[in-house]
């Protein structure tokens, strides 16, 4: 799909979810051509800074049982996941906060990172986002400079599951 010159209104309208996660939920991968660590730290710069409105976050810190886990995994984890992490986007309309899951790894060459992204309203209940989950990742890639022609949706975003099996 191509978003070139699309105002991000229009990119929501095209990938409203109903509740494929239980609630309104997006999942993308994109390719990047720089290698994970380099994407990594231009990632979690751009959620500490909010962005061009203020309206991402980055999460860190430990949970609520003290546990603080690295972004950065060991090698040898499933899926050769190099790093995983958290933010937030809060709407601009309503103001709801919607949660952000991040996975980086290299892609099929070695020469650059497949990232996984994965946005969820925030708020229960959330059967329609009205786009606004696919909205928030595609402004997301494209503020950081990458290219949102890459942004490939993989489950929610308004696609049919298919094939689903018991």
Same mark, same amino acid.
């Given at each position: 799909?191509?978003?070139?010159?699309?105002?991000?209104?229009?990119?929501?309208?095209?990938?409203?979810?109903?509740?494929?996660?239980?609630?309104?939920?997006?999942?993308?991968?994109?390719?990047?051509?720089?290698?994970?660590?380099?994407?990594?730290?231009?990632?979690?710069?751009?959620?500490?800074?909010?962005?061009?409105?203020?309206?991402?976050?980055?999460?860190?810190?430990?949970?609520?049982?003290?546990?603080?886990?690295?972004?950065?995994?060991?090698? $040898?984890?499933?899926?050769?996941?190099?790093?995983?992490?958290?933010?937030?986007?809060?709407?601009?309309?309503?103001?709801?906060?919607?949660?952000?899951?991040?996975?980086?790894?290299?892609?099929?060459?070695?020469? $650059?990172?497949?990232?996984?992204?994965?946005?969820?309203?925030?708020?229960?209940?959330?059967?329609?986002?009205?786009?606004?989950?696919?909205?928030?990742?595609?402004?997301?890639?494209?503020?950081?400079?990458?290219? #949102?022609?890459?942004?490939?949706?993989?489950?929610?975003?308004?696609?049919?599951? #298919?094939?689903?099996?018991?």
């Amino acid at each position: 799909e191509v978003y070139e010159g699309c105002s991000p209104r229009f990119i929501s309208k095209t990938r409203k979810d109903f509740g494929s996660c239980g609630n309104a939920c997006c999942a993308v991968d994109l390719a990047v051509p720089k290698p994970p660590t380099e994407v990594y730290e231009e990632m979690r710069r751009f959620l500490e800074s909010g962005g061009a409105d203020n309206s991402y976050g980055y999460v860190n810190g430990p949970d609520a049982s003290g546990n603080d886990p690295s972004d950065m995994l060991p090698d $040898g984890v499933p899926n050769d996941n190099k790093y995983i992490f958290q933010g937030t986007h809060k709407t601009s309309k309503y103001g709801y906060v919607d949660v952000l899951n991040f996975a980086i790894r290299n892609d099929e060459k070695g020469t $650059g990172s497949i990232v996984r992204m994965f946005s969820s309203s925030g708020v229960h209940g959330a059967l329609g986002d009205n786009g606004q989950n696919f909205k928030s990742l595609v402004v997301l890639t494209e503020e950081i400079g990458y290219d #949102k022609k890459k942004v490939v949706p993989i489950y929610g975003c308004g696609k049919r599951a #298919k094939n689903l099996t018991k």
